[in-house]
């Protein structure tokens, strides 16, 4: 075999071929390393004292489907520049490494279509090695993603595992890139994306998020100048579960006719009005139900007409539906609407700014349901630092219908 072949099929260049041998349908390449291209590991030095060498076996490029391992006498140099005794760098190898650069290439090939456990069956290696292979280059790429150009972001919180754990994700929003990865929820989980977002100098415009009162406290201090905008399905949802507690509520206080009008009736009051299912007579349920209770009938009413709310064409009108609903909400009597309006009331800047930017944590949403795909298709992941690795990588992922 000529040291051409060597460099051309696996990315050997620098070495001279020994000999070949074939042990139980594997092949065994043997290479050394001539004295002349000795260098110090530390400083480059071509004066350096070989000192023995250590033999390493490193796994490459199969033939076909027999698998390949290259052997060489690693050399261990002596520098009088440095006073150190080292092994010599690996030209073809990362430091620390049992396989070649061009096998971990192959790898990240195959990993675009196949999935960990199925490129460690096809190279006949074990997961763990291509789990390690796809975790570096993912160190590689995304150790520190770049902030300056950062324009618009949108902030939210998933909860991973079966023990109350979470992590805060950050979207930018102009990309569909996730920026920050951060462990816990709240404030805290925000702290190491402020150091870095400080040091980038982004200039922030605007923030979509909830009503997280850890949040809006995080984005008043750290992005002053940016404006907040609470996302409206957010809010919508927010709507819809103090209307799940009065239906609650009026359904303890109702007789017995009137708990068999309601029961069963609250995803009806929550579904929008289009999606009622006709062939199941739910539209003539839900009336049955809004007949039956005039403060029931009241919040639905006022729920259909909130999402409304979205749908103005400017700024100015929107603030004047706002306010209106607001004043509809207080004078129906009803404390569970009437809380709900002063809080509307209260957030109403960060509600109209929407108008402004047209912003929602809406592909946030969609990201945070990709990575509970992902960790369904893994069955969780027990390397906590390789998942956010995998999440800063999403965006890259392509989803195609396949038939």
């Known amino acids: 075999m000529s040291t051409s072949l060597l460099y051309h099929g696996f990315g050997v260049r620098g070495y001279r071929y020994v000999r070949t041998d074939y042990v139980e349908g594997e092949v065994w390449l043997s290479i050394e390393q001539p004295r002349e291209s000795l260098r110090c590991p530390l400083c480059d030095s071509a004066k350096v004292v070989r000192r023995g060498a250590e033999w390493r076996t490193f796994r490459t490029l199969s033939i076909g489907r027999k698998r390949v391992t290259i052997t060489l006498p690693v ?5 009088p520049t440095c006073e150190v005794v080292r092994q010599v760098s690996i030209a073809f190898a990362d430091p620390r490494r049992t396989y070649t650069k061009s096998f971990a290439r192959y790898a990240l090939e195959l990993l675009r ?3 960990i456990r199925d490129v460690a ?3 006949g290696v074990g997961w763990d090695l291509i789990k390690e292979i796809q975790k570096a280059d993912l160190q590689r790429r995304f150790k520190k993603v770049p902030l300056k150009k950062l324009r618009q972001l949108a902030i939210d919180e998933i909860s991973i595992g079966k023990h109350g754990r979470y992590l805060t994700v950050v979207l930018d929003l102009k990309s569909g890139a996730v920026v920050f990865v951060g462990e816990g929820k709240g404030s805290q989980a925000l702290e190491p994306f402020w150091k870095r977002l400080r040091c980038s100098r982004a200039k922030v415009q605007a923030v979509a998020m909830d009503m997280s009162e850890a949040y809006i406290k995080a984005v008043t201090e750290h992005l002053p100048k940016a404006q907040i905008v609470f996302d409206h399905f957010h809010i919508v949802k927010l709507f819809n579960e103090k209307l799940s507690d009065l ?3 009026l359904y303890h206080e109702a007789t017995d006719q009137q708990k068999a009008v309601l029961k069963g009736s609250r995803w009806l009051l929550l579904m929008n009005p289009e999606n009622l299912n006709r062939k199941r007579d739910e539209p003539k349920r839900l009336q049955e139900a809004l007949k039956l209770n005039a403060p029931l ?3 639905y009413y006022l729920k259909e007409d909130l999402r409304e709310l979205w749908q103005q064409p400017d700024w100015r009108t929107a603030r004047k539906y706002l306010t209106s609903w607001c004043a509809r909400a207080t004078a129906s009597g009803i404390r569970i609407l009437q809380q709900f309006a002063r809080t509307l009331k209260r957030h109403a800047r960060g509600i109209l700014n929407y108008f402004k ?3 929602s944590t809406g ?3 969609g990201t945070n349901n990709k990575i509970r795909t992902m960790q369904r298709q893994a069955y969780g992941f ?3 630092e390789f998942l956010k690795l995998k999440i800063y990588a999403l965006h890259e992922t392509r989803y195609e219908l396949v038939g």
């Open 75 to 79: 050399a261990r140099v002596e520098c």
């Open 113 to 115: 279509h196949m999935t």
């Open 121 to 123: 069956e096809h190279l």
């Open 247 to 249: 239906r609650r509520a």
């Open 297 to 299: 009938a009241t919040a």
């Open 357 to 359: 930017f047209r912003i």
């Open 363 to 365: 592909p946030l949403e």
């Open 382 to 384: 027990r390397d906590h």
